[in-house]
């Protein structure tokens, strides 16, 4: 069971936005999924849902391509967007209950598992609360608790830690390195580098929407003699010399 993109592109009006891009989520291990605003991460994202087609290639999942029953494979997927979409005038519990029986969890298991993660995630006071006056962090825990209801296979994370807390930001943590360790194949996309590299062994970075970078941190610390994620992050995908810019702008706005 593994996630593997083969010579994946999608162009918008003829422009690629990810272009030519293969790798591989293997269950076990958290991969991390890296690279600069507009590197195609998100859009490359969205296609492994579901949610737009590729251009061109092949996503396949548990050796079978997505494409041939894409319902089957999204009773497999667990997905937490960048963006949180919510039916913001339901209330937490009744927005986690339609994703119950949306995802076709047996009535009584999927009541357990909300009234489960509701208390351990400290939203259970607020259950009868309509979302749209959540906060942030509180919706981004709704979101991730509609992504694990049905105990997903793959689990695919845009940005997770947008909006919580520093508690809840270590619980997440946690809970990731659970679920891989349980054998969860888990993708994980985050501008959070530290985070990424307490938690990720092998890392995949996009650059303008190719491939950059697809081995282990320690391989590519080893190959690049850079010490951190940081560093091997700013050598392969950032362009500008961040130092200087920052300079540039504090001489700026004190001139």
Known sequence: MKLELRNVTKRFLGIPAVDNVSFEARPGEI????GPNGSGKSTTMKMITGLIEPSDGEILFDGQAIRRDLLAFKRRLGYV??????YSHLSGLEYLVMVGQLRD?????ATARIE???RLLGLHSDRHVPMSSYS??????????????HNPDLI??????????????????????????RGKVVLFSSHELDTVERVSKHVVILHKGKLVADDSIESLRSLM???TLEGIFRQ?????????VAADIANLIQA
Do not use: C, H, N, W
């Open 31 to 34: 991969t991390g999924y890296l």
């Open 136 to 149: 942030k962090g509180m919706r981004q825990k709704i979101l991730l608790s509609a992504a694990l209801l």
């Open 81 to 86: 967007p960048e963006e949180p979409y919510l």
């Open 105 to 109: 969890v047996e009535t009584e298991t």
């Open 236 to 244: 392969l995908a950032v362009e500008q010399d961040t130092t200087q």
């Open 225 to 227: 003699s850079l010490p």
């Open 116 to 118: 489960g993660l509701l």
């Open 156 to 181: 695919l994370l845009d940005e997770p830690f947008s909006g919580l807390d520093v508690a809840t930001s270590l619980v997440l943590r946690s809970l990731i390195e659970e679920l891989a360790a």
